[in-house]
């Protein structure tokens, strides 16, 4: 996607081997801020402080900082330890170990000093297989709003409510439930998105508002208790999130506030969807609920806000009483009986375990 007119990616190699670059996402929306990665602990780092997030963009960095400790240190005893130790920087997001194991299945066998070149050149391969992945999930989901605006009388703005940011920032490039807005846009359908503003980091209304701002989506930003009144209203068409793991079952594990949403559509018949690349099914877990680790991030990030004042400084502020103990869980689940329809790369398909095996027909057993 375009920034200020130029088209950049979220990641991008700079030297081979030795440098990564990203877009520091901690300071969107008032400063756009790139920085170069050259270690693995810089890898580490941009991804537990969230410099980069998202998971499909979560994978990319750790391939990356897999090829960047084996530039440092290409043993054996590196291998495993560059690998426990991206692995161990968020626990939520399966694009996470989904690229760890690509590397793990990569390296082990090639002889050390043949290792930093071919983790470098898979990272690459991944970021632009990610690019791939996103673009067909907004193709496939281009037709589904299609159809859904052609039945609605094919007149009027349709509008989209989405949460926290799957877009092109939480992806190497084109997004995951961002992917398809685009589409529609482009394709001359009169979109409008409603943006959740997504407590406590603020990625809807610091990144998802961001893109569409940059893009020229018309768009507008509510606190995330708005959704189930402009449903009740009639003011939601549809809505679409993206996620950080979904089960085999079509269980759904996205930001946290994502099933409230789900649970007031499904209360007003409005039709929700999930958009995910393939490496974001973990084909290991059955119940989401249950077997998916929600990460449980600093209390701060809740008792504290951070933007500009009017006299243009960028400052956190307290907004809690002194004493308030606060609790961050960063996910939720959303059962898949809530959720109308999974849109892949490979196509639209019930939120089922038989739905997602007719597509990944490979992953049967
Ligand atoms: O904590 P984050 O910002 O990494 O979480 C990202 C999300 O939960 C997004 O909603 C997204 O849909 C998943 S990545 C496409």
């Not at 940011?165 to 992917?179: K, M, P, Q, S």
């Not at 991030?297 to 103990?325: C, F, H, N, Y």
């Amino acid at each position: 996607m375009k920034v200020n007119g130029t088209p950049m990616r979220t990641i991008w190699p700079v030297e081979a081997g030795k440098v990564v670059e990203i877009i520091d996402q901690t300071r969107l929306p008032h400063e756009f801020v790139t920085t170069q990665l050259t270690t693995r602990a810089e890898a580490a780092h941009a991804i537990s402080a969230m410099l980069v997030r998202g998971a499909p963009l979560i994978g990319a960095t750790a391939a990356y900082g897999m090829a960047l400790a084996m530039a440092e240190d290409p043993s054996d005893a590196n291998l495993k330890a560059a690998h426990e130790a991206l692995y161990a920087t968020r626990p939520t997001a399966v694009n996470l170990r989904w690229a760890l194991e690509e590397m793990a299945v990569l390296l082990p066998g090639l002889a050390p000093a043949e290792r930093a070149a071919a983790a470098w050149t898979r990272a690459g391969e991944i970021c632009d297989e990610d690019v791939g992945l996103c673009e067909s999930i907004g193709a496939h989901g281009l037709g589904l709003i299609t159809d859904l605006y052609a039945k609605r009388g094919g007149t009027g703005v349709f509008n989209i409510l989405t949460h926290c940011n799957a877009g092109w920032l939480a992806t190497v490039d084109w997004g995951t439930a961002i992917a398809p807005i685009y589409k529609a846009h482009e394709a001359g359908i009169p979109i409008h998105v409603w943006v959740d503003e997504t407590r406590p980091r603020n990625q809807g209304a610091s990144l998802t508002a961001w893109e569409l701002n940059s893009h020229g989506v018309p768009h507008t930003v509510i606190p995330d208790n708005a959704g189930g009144h402009l449903m009740q209203h009639g003011e939601v068409d549809m809505c679409i999130v993206g996620t950080d793991r979904t089960t085999r079952t079509g269980d759904v594990c996205n930001k946290i506030g994502t099933y409230l949403k789900a649970l007031a559509a499904k209360d007003n018949g409005v039709p929700f969807y999930v958009a995910l690349p393939g490496p974001t099914i973990d084909w290991t877990v059955r119940d989401g609920v249950k077997e998916i680790p929600i990460e449980q991030r600093d209390p701060a990030e809740v008792t504290r806000i951070w933007g500009k004042t009017d006299a243009g400084a960028l400052e956190w502020v307290i907004i809690t009483p002194e004493g308030s103990q606060a609790a961050n869980h960063a996910f939720d689940v959303t059962p898949a009986r809530l959720v109308t329809g999974l849109i892949t790369e490979r196509g639209v398909c019930p939120a089922s375990e038989a739905g997602l095996s007719g597509l990944y027909p490979e992953k049967r057993t």
